[in-house]
């Protein structure tokens, strides 16, 4: 049998016999070998700045403020946005009309159990924008069915008539208008948070003020249905985004007949994930309409505070029914998204506040922002620290200048309170 040579031994390219060689000439020579040089450092891009100034607009605190919705429209039709307020605490919807410019005056629209949220739209085409309120009936956990549907019918010159559209239903969040069937008939999606037992449903409509129900899912816990044309093929179809153990977004896309395709294009295998707001923006200016999610609620737990995991992300519409899920970043306790260009620049920027931070710290962030480069890259911002324990934003140009405001509403219901606020404007520095 014939011998075989051993083939040497090779550490990156070289042989054993190299390698101590040089450990043998390295050491004779009495020096050591200098260190490579170390890179140079490259400076950090500096931070965007981004600073806003709060007032407080409409009546002032009075006890502690439960603020669980603002919207921003021009109730009127005079030429200035006007604030729309859902105060869970005085169980009314509320105007801060703007009259005139830069002059905000609160009036009570009408009583409402446990307001959640308001929708303007021109149900009947009158020419006059109606509100549509989420009524919970009752803010805390609760199995009843004790929530409705409520319709303001505007009547022009500040008078409203108040129509009971949906009663004795599981704890309503939200409700929107739109024509989704594209025949000029407005009828309604809502959202039915309950407890254990919830539902997303939408309303037909039969004329007159008078709605029929149909449910398309029946997982407890919606909070937020938001309406656009998700597919771009000229057609409306929503979504829900389904808290409690859930933790996801749904789309619903209209099959004919009044039937709706139910997906699920999200969800957190985290069962305390906190969902708590989802809204509609195109965020990368594509033309197809994505969603920013927050999550931070904490309102089940005996002591009410942040989660490692709250915070913000951007869900990507790819296009084709497929959607990508970006981490944005992080704010305990977040709530309350919005999207515009708040640094003028033209890019769309992400802002969100918090209602369940830290707040024994003085560190303890209540609003930031996410400024993005151009190419989705999100730098955050704080922009406030006091007062605390806000829920919900808005953002609109508020004063004609170009410039946006953000319109914020208070939610104190554990303490501290010693930083309370109830509808803020904030104009950027």
């Known amino acids: 049998m014939s011998a075989r040579r051993s083939s040497p031994v090779v550490f990156g390219g070289l042989t054993v016999l190299a390698i101590a060689t040089l450990i043998f000439v390295a050491a004779c020579s009495g020096r050591e070998e200098p260190p490579p040089p170390a890179p140079k450092a490259v ?21 502690h403020p439960w603020i669980a919705h603002v919207a921003v429209v021009d109730l009127d039709g005079d030429g200035l946005p006007d604030v729309l307020v859902c105060d869970a605490q005085a169980n009314q919807l509320r105007w801060i009309r703007q009259y005139p410019r830069g002059v905000y005056t609160e009036y009570p629209i009408g009583d409402v159990m446990a307001p959640a949220h308001v929708d303007a739209c021109d149900v009947y085409k009158h020419g006059r924008l109606d509100l549509l309120v989420a009524s919970m009936g009752q803010i805390f956990p609760n199995n009843d069915r004790i929530g409705s549907v409520i319709i303001f019918e505007n009547l022009g010159n500040g008078q409203f008539r108040r129509h009971v559209v949906g009663e004795h239903m599981a704890r309503v969040t939200d409700v929107r208008g739109a024509d989704l069937f594209g025949n000029g008939t407005t009828q309604l999606v809502v959202g039915c948070f309950g407890y254990d037992q919830g539902e997303t449903l939408w309303m037909e409509n ?21 309406v656009a044309d998700y597919f771009g093929d000229g057609r409306l179809e929503f979504a829900s985004l389904i808290s409690q153990e859930w ?15 139910d997906t699920i294009i999200w969800g957190s295998t985290n069962e305390d994930y906190g969902s708590s707001g989802l ?23 005996a002591r009410p505070g942040p989660r490692p995991w709250h915070g913000i992300q951007w869900i990507e519409n790819k296009g084709g029914g497929h959607w990508a899920f970006h981490r944005v970043g992080d704010l305990p306790g977040a709530y309350g998204p919005s999207a515009a260009d708040l640094n003028g620049d033209g890019f769309i920027d992400l802002l969100a506040v918090s209602t369940f931070n830290d707040w024994s710290s003085p560190n303890a962030v209540s609003m930031m922002a996410w400024i993005n480069d151009g190419r989705e890259h999100f730098t955050p911002v704080p922009l406030a620290h006091s007062p605390t324990h806000l829920l919900t934003t808005a953002i609109a140009d508020m004063d004609g200048d170009g410039v946006p405001e953000i319109i914020t509403g208070g939610f104190h219901f554990y303490p501290p309170y010693d930083r309370m606020s109830r509808v803020l404007l904030w104009k950027r520095k």
């Open 279 to 301: 809204v509609v923006a195109d965020i990368n200016r594509d033309g197809r309409p994505d969603f920013v999610y927050t999550n931070g609620d904490a309102f089940d737990y």
């Open 206 to 226: 039969k004329g007159d003020w008078k709605f029929e129900p149909h449910v398309v899912n029946t997982q407890s816990g919606p909070i937020h249905t938001p």
């Open 247 to 261: 933790e996801e977004v749904h789309l619903f896309d209209s099959l004919g007949n009044g039937k709706f395709k």
């Open 43 to 63: 400076a950090a891009p500096p931070a965007p700045k981004l600073a806003f100034v709060a007032q407080p607009i409409g009546d002032p605190v009075n006890g």
